[in-house]
């Protein structure tokens, strides 16, 4: 989730910078976010910051819970290629952004200088977050390069949802999860043909897609 269109039109009057944050994942919250909130608020954003862990990256390179509080660059950078693919999400919306690494007390100096060097090498705007351990002054690092990437990439003017609205709904799922989840391509079950032909017929075919994942017992 996220906050209310009221709130956040509220702070752009109020701020001269509105931070809103948009549910969990570039391919979840992000998504719904960009195609949904901001299409119908008619609202624009400038950058976005995706939020990184060393911890993360370590799981996602193959490292058992237990064992995140010990270094491991290898599976560090292993584990990179799933927020690859959070920034490659990021950027079929045509918007900048800045990685944020949020600190732990477990990650090493070696991890984070792989992280950075990693960021460097590949040309990914990355600051280091260190609010939970220092507080306002630990998150400057991050708001001085969130306010540099908005004054020379501006993202407000060049922004844009990555279906049309009034495409078909079967169109704007295909969108979705080929561009954002990755997928070949989507097959519909008899069921979900008679549930669209049913928001056909009521003329809700033309609204924004919002896609949830159900687990099956």
């Known amino acids: 989730g996220c906050n209310s269109v009221i709130a956040t039109k509220t702070a752009l009057k109020l701020g001269d910078y509105v931070v809103t944050e948009a ?23 400038s950058c976005v910051v995706i939020v ?35 920034i490659e999400n990021i950027k079929k919306y045509h918007l900048p952004y800045v990685v944020a690494i949020n600190r732990f007390g477990s ?31 630990g998150g400057i690092e991050l708001a001085k390069k969130v306010i540099e990437e908005i004054t020379y990439r501006d993202g407000s003017k060049n922004f844009a949802p990555i279906y049309d609205e009034n495409d078909t709904i079967e169109n704007k799922i295909g969108a979705i999860c080929k561009e954002i989840y990755g997928a070949d391509g989507v097959e519909f079950t008899t069921a979900a043909k008679r549930q669209i032909a049913t928001l056909n017929e009521n003329g809700w075919n033309k609204l924004p897609i919002w896609i949830f994942f159900m687990q099956s017992s």
């Open 23 to 45: 549910g969990f994942g570039a391919d979840l919250g992000a998504e719904k976010f960009l195609d949904i909130k901001c299409r119908m608020a008619d609202l624009h954003p």
């Open 107 to 137: 990650d090493s100096e070696d991890e984070i200088k792989a992280f950075e060097n990693w960021s460097k090498e590949n040309n990914h705007p990355v600051a280091l977050s260190e609010v939970f351990a220092k507080g306002g002054d």
């Open 52 to 86: 990184a862990t060393i911890r993360a990256l370590k799981m996602h390179g193959g490292v058992a819970k237990a064992d995140l509080n010990i270094e491991n660059v290898d599976a560090l950078l292993k584990g990179i290629t799933n927020l690859e693919k959070h």
